[in-house]
């Protein structure tokens, strides 16, 4: 899962990317509106956090460009105690949620997991592919009574694919969701990774497979 932080406070900012981080979260942040936007409009994270007092451009802004953009990531504002009336319009132009400062920890990580389930998904703790789960706690692998375990590599790209079924994974989207845009990492050790987690699914007698979309990507598929 990968989580957007749009906050000027330097402070906050850190201790949200540190608590994201100790949750198995890849976190970007960023400190002003308007870079907030561009990386927001990249599509690639599964929730926003998005402070409303941000220099450049403040988040309602950030909020009405992103929604207007058609981009539906989910998004919790960030609200100061007297922003009432910022909530609302937050609300209104497409916010999903709001957390007042300050806020607990175990409140923060609740709403983020509200926000990053899936419909239709159950279980909170694991991902299911046609009786192949995932556990995001202890990344183990399992199908019927056979579990292995992933490295943390194997299993972000093994998120990726499980949240996505049937659909081609690009090998430059697997990069830039777990290593980031400016990452030297190459389309080899992609391969590397999905070549590992072959084998484990193998291991494990799963009825479903990771693909190859020549030349393009991957996508994760039932055999049949
Ligand atoms: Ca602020």
């Not at 900012?13 to 979260?25: P, S, V, W």
């Not at 907030?36 to 403040?58: H, R, V």
């Not at 957390?99 to 279980?123: D, M, Y």
């Amino acid at each position: 899962m990968k989580i957007l932080v749009v906050e000027d406070e330097a402070a906050l900012c850190d201790a949200l990317t540190e608590i994201l981080k100790r949750n198995q979260y890849n976190v970007d942040s960023v400190d002003n509106g308007e870079d907030g936007l561009e990386y927001a409009l990249t599509g690639l994270y599964d929730c926003i956090i998005l402070d409303i007092m941000l220099p450049i451009m403040d988040g309602i802004s950030v909020l009405k460009h992103l929604r207007k953009a058609k981009i539906s990531t989910p998004v919790m504002l960030l609200t100061a105690k007297s922003d009432i009336d910022d909530k609302i319009t937050g609300l209104d132009c497409g916010a999903d949620d709001y957390l007042t400062k300050p806020f607990i920890t175990g409140e923060l990580l609740a709403r983020v997991r509200a926000l990053t389930r899936r419909t239709g998904e159950v279980n909170v703790d694991a991902f299911d592919f046609h009786g192949l789960t995932l556990n995001k706690q202890t990344y183990m692998l399992s199908y019927d009574s056979q579990s292995v375990k992933l490295s943390l590599k194997e299993y972000q790209i093994m998120e990726i694919l499980i949240m996505n079924p049937n659909q081609i994974i690009t090998k430059e989207r697997f990069i830039e969701k777990i290593w980031g845009f400016e990452s030297d990492v190459e389309y080899n050790n992609i391969e590397v990774y999905i070549s590992f987690l072959r084998k484990k699914i193998q291991s494990i007698n799963s009825k479903a497979s990771i693909r190859t979309a020549r030349g393009v990507g991957y996508y994760l598929e039932e055999k049949t």
